[in-house]
């Protein structure tokens, strides 16, 4: 059974850091792409970064970039969001995802992906 889970999220104050991952079973990762998403209280899912399957393309949302880093280990079947320089506007439910792709490519849009993750919470408070 193909799966993923999401790990690593919390409460953090403003300007904390959290490392989530994105852990695998029932299928390798080397030819998927991943996409991390989030999704706040009445607000749509969006993108927040995506990696290509051997790591040679990245991409961020404008509003996460220069504070994320998006990172893969296709030997642990893993991937990774650090998370720097957290804001109170990136409190959401966080959530992987991914697809099968030809090349070393990646896209943000959630309906391009087919496997998800059931999400972990990202709280940023004081």
């Known amino acids: 059974q193909l799966q993923l889970v999401e790990s690593g999220g919390g409460l953090v104050q403003p300007g904390g850091s959290l490392r989530l991952s994105c852990v695998a079973s029932?299928?390798?990762?080397?030819?998927?792409?991943i996409g991390w998403f989030r999704q706040a209280p009445g607000k749509e899912r969006e993108g927040v970064s995506c990696?290509?399957?051997?790591?040679?393309?990245?991409n961020y949302a404008d509003s996460v970039k220069g504070r994320f880093t998006i990172s893969r280990d296709n030997a642990k079947n893993t991937v990774y969001l650090q998370m720097n320089s957290l804001k109170p506007e990136d409190t959401a439910v966080y959530y992987c995802?991914?697809?099968?792709?030809?090349?070393?490519?990646?896209?943000?849009?959630?309906?391009?992906?087919?496997?998800w993750g059931q999400g972990t919470q990202v709280t940023v408070s004081s």
């Open positions: 995802a991914a697809v099968p792709v030809l090349g070393d490519v990646c896209g943000e849009t959630p309906r391009a992906y087919r496997y």
């Open positions: 029932g299928f390798t990762l080397d030819h998927y792409a």
């Open positions: 990696i290509s399957p051997r790591g040679g393309s990245a």
